[in-house]
């Protein structure tokens, strides 16, 4: 990662910085469908907005789209030997969000990004 925030907990460090995951069904966000934008917990960049978040059942937030093209950054995973994945980070500080797969809703982009809760912060939209 790049700058770190001195406010992460133990747990969020674990994840956005060692590259942890969260136990699925555990995470704030799972079944959380406000609207709103999802912002990176380490430098607040948005990353996902609601209208792209799905319930794919998981057990981890799900979105088909980022906010923008340029809010990712993709890296190879092989940690998993014989199953290569690709890694989803925030293209802004460099912080592990998950993966993203290519199984999401097929009228949509057809990927699924799965990302850890713990990961992520929520920002209500206001209306004007």
């Known amino acids: 990662m790049k700058k770190i925030n001195e406010n992460l907990t133990p747990e969020e460090?674990?994840?956005?910085?060692?590259?942890?995951?969260?136990?699925?069904?555990?995470g704030k966000f799972d079944s959380f469908f406000e609207d709103g934008i999802y912002k990176c917990k380490n430098c607040d960049a948005e990353l996902f907005r609601s209208e792209s978040k799905y319930d794919a059942g998981c057990g981890w937030p799900s979105f088909f789209?980022?906010?923008?093209?340029?809010?990712?950054?993709?890296?190879?995973?092989?940690?998993?030997?014989?199953r290569p994945r690709t890694e989803?980070?925030?293209?802004?500080?460099?912080?592990?969000?998950?993966?993203?797969f290519e199984d999401g809703p097929k009228e949509k982009t057809g990927l699924r990004y799965c990302v850890n809760s713990i990961s992520i912060d929520f920002d209500k939209e206001k209306n004007n």
């Open 13 to 26: 460090l674990f994840v956005l910085k060692d590259k942890g995951t969260e136990r699925p069904f555990t």
């Open 88 to 100: 989803i980070l925030c293209a802004s500080c460099d912080g592990h969000l998950g993966h993203v």
């Open 65 to 82: 789209e980022a906010a923008n093209e340029k809010a990712i950054k993709y890296e190879e995973d092989n940690s998993i030997f014989g």
